[in-house]
């Protein structure tokens, strides 16, 4: 990049919780953290007070009501693009508008660059699902040999109550 401008960006971040006062107290805190980011600059914030979050069924049947949202809004000036971009992966906003500038000029080797950290961070992201769905697998597999050993009324055992099960039977019998 021929010379490091400045970005200002419209940021929205949103959460759902409860309590409401621990969810504010939530947001209240991560935007806190927000501002202590080197290479950025909050000029503005505001936070809305946490609603109920309704969520109805098909018909429009009330189902829930017992968590609430909330969302704040930024605007924050970054020091650059790289460090813009790197905040966005980070703290994944619900929303991220650039206001300025109206336009940037890149060298091949920079856009280059940008592309690379954001495949970094998708590879990273991708090897976590792929653990997370394995992990998951795994678990599917042992319920599946529960269940079946339970249906087959094959008592699932472990070693301990093997043992004392055994050496209660010996008693048995001698009393015989």
């Known amino acids: 990049m021929e010379e ?4 200002s960006c419209l940021i929205m971040f949103e959460m759902l919780g409860k309590p409401k006062e621990h969810l504010e107290a939530t947001m209240d805190k991560f935007i ?20 109920i979050l309704e969520q109805k069924d098909k018909d429009g049947k009330i189902i829930s009501n017992d968590l609430y949202s909330t969302f704040s809004d930024l605007e924050i ?3 650059d ?3 813009m971009l790197g905040f966005a992966f980070k703290y994944m906003p619900s929303h991220l508008e650039i206001v300025k500038p109206e ?8 856009f280059g660059s940008i592309v690379n950290n954001i495949l970094t961070k998708m590879h990273h ?20 040999a529960m269940k ?23 008693k048995v019998k001698k009393k015989i």
Not at 4 to 7: I, S, T
Not at 32 to 51: C, H
Not at 103 to 110: I, T
Not at 148 to 154: A, F, H, R
């Open 4 to 7: 490091r401008k400045k970005v």
């Open 32 to 51: 806190e953290t927000i501002g202590k980011e080197k290479g950025l600059r909050v000029i503005n914030k505001s936070t809305n007070e946490a609603k």
């Open 77 to 79: 000036e970054f020091d």
């Open 81 to 83: 693009v790289f460090l």
């Open 103 to 110: 336009d940037f000029r890149f060298r091949n080797a920079d």
């Open 125 to 144: 992201y991708d090897s976590i699902a792929k653990g997370a769905i394995m992990q998951n697998q795994i678990l599917a597999q042992h319920l599946a």
């Open 148 to 170: 079946s050993k339970l249906e087959g009324n094959i008592p699932i055992i472990d070693n301990k109550q093997t043992a004392e099960s055994k050496s209660s039977k010996k």
